[in-house]
């Protein structure tokens, strides 16, 4: 009798054990569970590294960093859409009201996503090699090369119901954008065996073209500083290497050339620090700064090393500079704080070419 006793609390313990690991399970499986992010805001501020993912196969990511909490996100776009690819080549990206829009270059798309929880919410297609966008909070236009690189467009996104407008002809290969007033300046690099010096100007009341103003070959960045005076960098022509032409920094006002800096041939990208009007871009040492009130180019360096992409924090007071290393693997992100001299490095994806920062 007593044997059957203890075999029956033996029972008991053994059944209790099992139960409290199953629920310890349940709960650790649970506590791991990787939920989209929704109402409570991520990803509506933040650095966000749009990652153009390898040449051949695969996909652009967008990585997400939080500098506050010092936390990193890597490929956003497939955590919070059950891991569909973004494409292929993830291009640039921008903020208009509660919604991202990502241009995807090679899979010839627009992604909108929810700014909030990054989920997706629109696909506009039917845009051939879209490149940059601009937006004056209201109106959303996007630069697009074309077939064949040399034919490119300007089109309008109606952000209501996800469609493009009839295409704004610019030619060659236009590329990065900037809204002043209502005039859109288009810097329209050189597409492949072709020359450009040109900046469009298009009236956004019309979306028609109403001026061209010559700068330098090779016109690839455009920003606006905070007088809205416009900036243009050119990088220079590849005409038969190692035959090259210069590169130089133009300044419009009124839609008229007032000033121009002689630069070095290959210099890219071009960020605008708003606090004190000063520029950034990169070149073949590294990233290059120009007070916009000097007389001539200061060939000042704030950065040393080979990088792909280039933002500025202006609450922070902070350059951020992308790596794409050996173009095959994880690229780095740079930040470099101006008032403390500190710095901070971050992962990104493959191929980092675009960094945006919504503050």
């Given amino acids: 009798m007593s044997s059957i006793n203890i075999n029956i609390m033996n029972l008991k313990i053994s059944f209790s054990k099992l139960l409290i690991a199953i629920l310890f399970l349940g709960l650790t499986q649970s506590s791991c569970k990787k939920d989209p992010i929704d109402s409570a805001g991520e990803y509506a501020k933040g650095v966000f590294i749009v990652n153009e993912g390898p040449f051949s196969n695969g996909t652009g990511t967008i990585t997400h960093i939080n500098q506050d909490s010092d936390v990193v996100i890597q490929d956003v776009f497939g955590l919070q859409n059950d891991g569909e690819p973004l494409g292929s080549i993830a291009q640039s990206m921008i ?6 829009y990502i241009a995807v270059n090679n899979a010839a798309k627009i992604v909108k996503v929810n700014a909030k929880t ?5 696909e506009i297609k039917g845009i051939d090699l879209p490149r940059y966008f601009a937006t004056d909070g209201n109106k959303l236009y996007v630069s697009a090369y074309g077939e064949g690189f040399s034919n490119g467009s300007v089109y309008e996104i109606n952000t209501s119901n996800n469609t493009l407008s009839a295409p704004i002809a610019v030619g060659n290969s236009p590329e990065t954008m900037t809204i002043v007033g209502n005039k859109l300046y288009v810097a329209i690099g050189s597409p492949f065996g072709a020359n450009s010096k040109s900046v469009k100007v298009i009236d956004t009341n019309t979306n028609k073209v109403t001026n061209t103003i010559e700068v330098g070959d090779n016109p690839t960045a455009i920003v606006q500083d905070k007088n809205k005076n416009v900036w243009v960098l050119c990088s220079g022509d590849f005409v038969t290497p190692p035959i090259v032409s210069d590169g130089a920094l133009y300044q419009i006002a009124n839609e008229q050339v007032v000033k121009k800096y002689n630069l070095p041939n290959g210099l890219t990208r071009l ?3 708003n606090n004190s009007d000063k520029l950034y871009f990169i070149g073949k040492e590294g990233v290059y700064s120009q007070r916009v009130g000097d007389l001539n180019y200061t060939n000042n360096i704030e950065l040393i090393g080979s990088y792909y992409g280039l933002g500025f ?9 992308a790596k794409a290393l050996d173009f095959q693997s994880q690229g780095t992100i740079t930040v470099l704080n101006l008032t403390s001299n500190s710095r901070a490095e971050y992962k990104s994806g493959i191929i980092p070419g675009f960094v945006y920062v919504v503050e």
């Fill in 95 to 100: 903020k208009v009201g509660d919604a991202y």
């Fill in 118 to 122: 990054f989920v997706k919410t629109a």
């Fill in 271 to 273: 960020a605008i620090d």
């Fill in 313 to 321: 924090a202006n609450n922070k007071n902070e350059i951020l500079a």
